[in-house]
């Protein structure tokens, strides 16, 4: 154990600093270089900390009653970010697939003749059943493309709130 010249704090042997002012090791123990005045320190003794007394007129609480957190506050700092860009991607992951079965349903007779002659050679004989299974898939399938823009813009909600968080 050495003690600073500068604090008069003890530190070990293998410390080549002090570990409270940073000051290099005194060399005048060792007998080289020269001394380091020794400063003018006063020592203060440690502050006292005072615990309040233990009131014997509160019962403690009962096993019984569930202790509830303290309600937070509902501010600007509180509130999750991107919580109204996840609801808009929610919202439109929702409507657009509703609107897109509404439009094929409502407009089989103008687009069932467009799908069909994608899938098929126009004049040739397709019987009812393959054309309206051709039709549906390709409506399922524009469901599921409608339903992109409101899930990203939900995973977008969801990345500002953990980018936030760090």
């Given at each position: 154990?050495?003690?600073?010249?500068?604090?008069?704090?003890?530190?070990?042997?293998?410390?080549?600093?002090?570990?409270?002012?940073?000051?290099?090791?005194?060399?005048?123990?060792?007998?080289?270089g020269?001394?380091?005045?020794?400063?003018?320190?006063?020592?203060?003794a440690?502050?006292?900390?005072?615990?309040?007394?233990?009131?014997?007129?509160?019962p403690?609480?009962?096993?019984?009653?569930?202790?509830?957190?303290?309600?937070?506050?509902?501010?600007?700092?509180?509130?999750?970010?991107?919580?109204?860009?996840?609801?808009?991607?929610?919202?439109?992951?929702?409507?657009?697939?509703?609107?897109?079965?509404?439009?094929?349903?409502?407009?089989?007779?103008?687009?069932?003749?467009?799908?069909?002659?994608?899938?098929?050679k126009?004049?040739?004989?397709?019987?009812?059943?393959?054309?309206?299974?051709?039709?549906?898939?390709?409506?399922?399938?524009?469901?599921?493309?409608?339903?992109?823009?409101?899930?990203?813009?939900?995973?977008?909600g969801?990345?500002?709130?953990?980018?936030?968080?760090?």
């Amino acid at each position: 154990m050495w003690i600073c010249s500068r604090c008069q704090t003890a530190n070990k042997d293998g410390h080549t600093q002090c570990v409270e002012c940073s000051a290099p090791r005194n060399a005048r123990r060792f007998g080289a270089g020269t001394p380091v005045p020794m400063p003018s320190v006063q020592t203060a003794a440690p502050e006292r900390r005072i615990q309040p007394p233990v009131s014997r007129e509160t019962p403690p609480p009962s096993a019984r009653r569930s202790v509830q957190p303290p309600a937070e506050s509902v501010g600007p700092s509180s509130r999750m970010p991107g919580g109204f860009v996840r609801l808009a991607g929610l919202l439109m992951c929702l409507l657009l697939p509703l609107l897109v079965l509404l439009l094929a349903v409502i407009r089989f007779d103008a687009i069932h003749p467009v799908i069909t002659s994608i899938y098929f050679k126009p004049g040739a004989a397709v019987p009812p059943f393959i054309s309206y299974l051709a039709y549906s898939v390709s409506a399922l399938a524009a469901i599921l493309l409608s339903m992109a823009p409101g899930l990203s813009l939900w995973a977008l909600g969801r990345l500002t709130g953990g980018l936030r968080r760090r």
